[in-house]
């Protein structure tokens, strides 16, 4: 089983540096970077996943993921770095592509691109999306990225983005492309991952969910032509007990997610020890 971690970085946390250096050096599989360009100073989403209704500090104050797996990669040689998860409908896929292309390069071929379409209705919209689409207007941006990253004259005309032929290089060193992870449990979560997906990242997930989820993928891929095996499901924030990783291995998981507190380097390097004491 593959454990790997996620910790939003912040100003007053630790360096992207030395917490993928260090995670590297214990054996961790992979180290994941959420993401939250703005947060809106009046919101009126429900914050449904905090016990008290507010959204934690460090979603205010996490730093991009791009360049801090950037910098991740100049300290790491084996080390998988994610986005865990990239808004995609934040971003504009003539430069998200760029991004994860220029990432991928300089980690040589160590990226996972894990997306979601956003929860918070007031920044998905300032930043440009349609929150009551966002699912659409994912799609579409990834199948333009796909044409970015695989074709050397790429055009691409939908509802959401339309540009003429266009170069956009580098490309990346992952063929076709690095694998591009659905993050959710979205109504049509296992559709989307099998029509256009490689694999599956839900959150706070029990083993029995997961279980029912990887039988739903292996039908669909099955149905639709397409080796379940080519579908990787990944169990996000985790807690670190050594059952519970065991159940979700035994559900179909093929890799566990931990996450770190936002702390000093002190205070994040022993959480990392205190895991890999217990799972590794």
């Not at 992207?16 to 054996?27: H, K, N, Q, T």
Request: one cysteine or more.
């Amino acid at each position: 089983m593959n454990i790997g971690l996620v910790i939003f970085l912040t100003d007053y946390s630790i360096d992207p540096a030395v917490v993928a250096s260090r995670a590297e050096e214990l054996g961790f599989d992979s180290l994941w970077l959420p993401e939250h360009p703005i947060i809106p100073v009046e919101f009126s989403t429900p914050v449904t996943f905090a016990d008290d209704g507010k959204l934690p500090k460090y979603y205010y104050d996490t730093i991009d993921p791009f360049v801090a797996l950037g910098k991740a990669s100049a300290v790491t040689k084996t080390l998988k770095l994610a986005t865990g998860i990239c808004l995609v409908p934040e971003r504009h896929p003539l430069l998200l592509a760029k991004e994860v292309a220029t990432i991928d390069l300089l980690s040589q071929g160590r990226f996972i691109f894990g997306i979601g379409a956003g929860w918070l209705k007031e920044e998905t919209e300032i930043m440009g999306g349609n929150f009551e689409r966002r699912w659409a207007q994912t799609k579409e941006s990834v199948l333009a990225m796909k044409e970015l990253w695989t074709k050397t004259k790429s055009e691409f005309h939908g509802e959401f983005y339309d540009f003429p032929p266009v170069y956009s290089f580098p490309r990346p060193i992952q063929r076709p492309h690095p694998p591009v992870i659905l993050g959710g449990h979205a109504k049509r979560v296992f559709e989307r991952v099998v029509e256009w997906g490689d694999g599956w990242v839900p959150t706070l997930v029990s083993p029995e969910k997961l279980r029912e989820g990887r039988e739903t993928l292996n039908r669909l891929a099955e149905a639709a032509g397409r080796d379940p095996k080519s579908i990787e499901v990944s169990a996000f924030w985790q807690e670190p007990y050594l059952d519970s990783v065991k159940g979700h291995a035994k559900a179909g998981a093929d890799r566990v997610i931990v996450p770190l507190r936002s702390e000093g380097e002190k205070e994040v390097l022993a959480q990392m020890e205190e895991v890999a004491r217990k799972l590794l």
